[in-house]
């Protein structure tokens, strides 16, 4: 039986210009891409906030995919738009505009049925919502926390105390320098232990992720895409099936790995198209036959 889990993040709408595409105004937001990958394995339920003017047909393709919007608020005005622009090279990323809109005086409430979901992911979202989130919450069994460069170089106070109350930080290595001052990654990872988290994910992009507590470690390669169309939202994927899949059972380093093995293969699908697409689109049986052709690729 799935479990039910929260998602707590932004929904979107996108236009993205890639060297292989353009979109305008499509469906976006680190909650929606969490949300997307997490179906998989759990019950996803979006907490977060949007316009008016955000599409019906948007939220029944959720719905109908099994995706709960009994968490979202619909303020009047319009629903947080983002706007960029990406390079041959994925990693060149020019950000032209960001619209909070709703978003900007957005102060999450949970309704009371949700309050007491044990699993929590909270995607990339500013550091007081966060808080104000977790302070909500009456049955915390694992939180799973994400964020970005912005919120550390310009709030870190407020990043560093949201960290003080998660379970597990799913970070890129920008990001690990960036809150230990360390420019080895293993380091970054035992220093972050030291703060209190009891389990740190260090994506390395193109050259995979590792997990490390104090008493488990796992190195994975990532998966060869053959050509990235568009990077946005592979982190908050990757996030969305792993506290998906840990959600099933124990806290073992056996779930850990195959938690990280199939965020990575999810991700991999979202780079390959534009927007969610690679996400939305996707069934179970080929999720499952390219993990399957993963594992043959790391087994020796």
Not at 212 to 234: E, H, Q, W
Request: proline share 3%.
């Amino acid at each position: 039986m799935k479990r039910k889990i929260l998602v707590f993040g932004s929904i979107a709408l996108d236009t993205l210009i890639t060297p292989y595409g353009k979109g305008e105004n499509i469906l976006g937001g680190s909650a929606t891409y969490a949300a997307l990958s997490a179906r998989f394995f759990s019950n996803p339920v979006i907490v977060s906030c949007i316009g008016e003017d955000f599409p019906s047909r948007f939220v029944k393709k959720l719905e109908d995919i099994g995706i709960s919007f009994k968490g979202i608020e619909v303020k009047k005005g319009k629903t947080f738009r983002w706007v960029a622009e990406y390079g041959e090279d994925p990693q060149d990323l020019k950000v032209i505009a960001t619209y909070q809109n709703v978003l900007e005086n957005y102060h999450p409430l949970l309704p009371k049925s949700l309050r007491k979901i044990g699993y929590v992911l909270l995607a990339n979202n500013s550091p007081d919502t966060q808080h104000e989130l977790l302070n909500q919450l009456e049955n915390k069994k694992l939180v799973v926390w994400d964020t970005m460069r912005f919120w550390i170089e310009n709030f870190e106070r407020d990043v560093r105390n949201v960290m003080k109350k998660v379970d597990v930080a799913i970070i890129n290595s920008e990001e690990a320098f960036l809150l230990t001052g360390k420019k080895n990654l293993y380091e970054a990872g035992e220093r972050l232990l030291k703060e209190g988290i009891k389990g740190v994910v260090i994506k390395k992009g193109e050259h995979g992720s590792f997990f490390l507590s104090r008493n488990m470690f796992f190195l994975l390669p990532a998966y060869p895409v053959k050509r990235c169309i568009d990077p946005t939202g592979a982190g908050d994927t990757f996030a969305g099936a792993f506290i998906s899949y840990i959600s099933r059972g124990q806290f073992t380093l056996s779930r850990v790995k195959k938690a990280l093995i199939y965020a990575t293969v999810l991700s991999s699908f979202t780079v390959e198209k534009l927007g969610v697409k690679g996400l939305i689109d996707l069934v179970r049986e080929n999720l499952e036959q390219r993990t399957k052709e993963f594992l043959s690729y790391i087994r020796v």
